[in-house]
Each structure stands twice: as structure tokens, then as C-alpha cells.
């Protein structure tokens, strides 16, 4: 039985969410055992909604992942798009269930297995139905492309919502829209490159993650 109350204090405490697409199995597991390294200890597993494999390796390698780094990082599903990848989700152990947008069944299935919801939004109508759904935190996507100004004008009428900042984010700006008032953020590509997991420059992942750790302890 999944902790909510638990599972949100870590994301507001730890707040980068590794976003990993297209890498499976042992190769997720050796990109998860790196990036804790580096301290950053929540992860998202996407689902490919154009592979009819998805959902079986997506399953399977969050398995994985809790067998192994269960207690020291907590592991969730993202591009969740249905009621059904919910369940898939939730049997496979996962902590969190992450959307590029606001569906009212998946939220609701979401809350039913007591798991932690975070729909997406961009709009500020889009926000608030999430928050008013039941949504722990929203995801404000696209945020880079958003932009900081768009944030601020956001977060200055709806500074209710636990608001995290995905796509386009990297070093360079991550640490800004925490100042915004964002809680955390996910980050893809610039922390999970599938090029250095394949080639196994392992180390380089954990000297990533512990740069955008940095990036947040020194703007604190």
C-alpha cells in the first residue's frame, strides 16, 4: 500500500523527477542506480503510446525497479493517458501517475488506487479543474516554451496549486521556476540521455544529476 502523504513530502523535498523514455529493463535500472548516485531519487517511466510493447515493458521494468532501488527511490509512470494505464500502473508498483493532460478518468482512477496524481495543464482553466479534480500537484506543460513570465502571471492569481515546471527544463533554468513558486520540476533528455545509457558512460549521468542538484542548492 502506497504512503501518499509520504510519497508528496518526498517529491516537494527531492522536486526533480528523472523522465525516462525508451530505455527498459536493466538499462533503466543501471540510468536509476546513476542517478540516485547523483541524488536524485524519483523517477518517472513513460509510456510509448505509439509501441504496442509499451505497457508490458513499462510494467515490467517498474517492477524491476522496485525490486531493486525499493526504499531509496520512488518510481512512477508518465504519458498516462487512460483509466487502464492507471491499473497497469498501480499493479506494477508504481508511486506517482504523471499525464501531458487533465483527464478526469485518469485522475479519478488515479485517487482510487491511492496513488499520487499529477495531470497536466497549460491554461489556467486547465489548472485549477486538475487542482479541483483531486490532482496533488499539476504539471505546467509546456513550461520552458511558457516561458517565466507566463509563470508569474499564473502563479500570481492561482498560487493554491502545487505547480511542477516539465518541458524544456535544464540546469540553466530550473532553478528559476522554483523561484516562481513551482515545487519541483521534470526533467527528460538533459538528465536522461538514452545515448550515454546505451554507450553506459554511467558517470556521466551521476555527474549530471548531481549538477542539477547543485543548480538547486545554490539558488536556494
Avoid: W
Wanted: neutral net charge.
Amino acid at each position: 500500500m502506497v504512503d501518499k502523504e509520504c510519497v508528496v513530502q518526498e517529491i516537494l523535498k527531492h522536486k526533480i523527477i528523472a523522465i525516462v523514455r525508451g530505455i527498459y529493463g536493466e538499462k533503466c535500472v543501471k540510468l536509476a542506480q546513476a542517478l540516485h548516485e547523483g541524488g536524485v531519487n524519483l523517477l518517472e517511466v513513460t509510456f510509448d503510446q505509439s509501441n504496442p510493447q509499451s505497457p508490458q515493458e513499462t510494467a515490467d521494468t517498474l517492477q524491476q525497479l522496485g525490486r531493486v532501488l525499493g526504499g531509496k527511490m520512488l518510481f512512477g509512470t508518465g504519458t498516462v493517458l487512460s483509466a487502464q494505464q492507471v491499473d497497469i500502473s498501480a499493479n506494477a508498483g508504481a508511486q506517482f501517475i504523471i499525464s501531458p493532460n487533465t483527464d478526469e478518468s485518469v485522475i479519478a482512477q488515479t485517487l482510487k488506487h491511492g496513488l499520487v496524481s499529477i495531470p497536466g495543464a497549460m491554461t489556467p482553466s486547465e489548472i485549477v479543474k486538475a487542482h479541483n479534480l483531486g490532482a496533488d500537484f499539476v504539471k505546467l506543460f509546456p513550461a520552458a516554451q511558457l516561458g517565466f513570465d507566463y509563470v508569474k502571471s499564473v502563479r500570481a492569481a492561482i498560487n493554491h496549486v502545487k505547480l511542477l515546471a516539465t518541458g524544456g527544463v535544464d540546469r540553466d533554468n530550473i532553478a528559476g521556476f522554483l523561484k516562481l513558486g513551482m515545487v519541483g520540476a521534470g526533467v527528460g533528455s538533459n538528465l536522461c540521455s538514452k545515448t550515454l545509457v546505451n554507450e553506459g558512460r554511467f558517470d556521466e549521468i551521476t555527474a549530471t544529476a548531481k549538477a542539477y542538484v547543485a543548480a538547486l542548492e545554490n539558488d536556494k
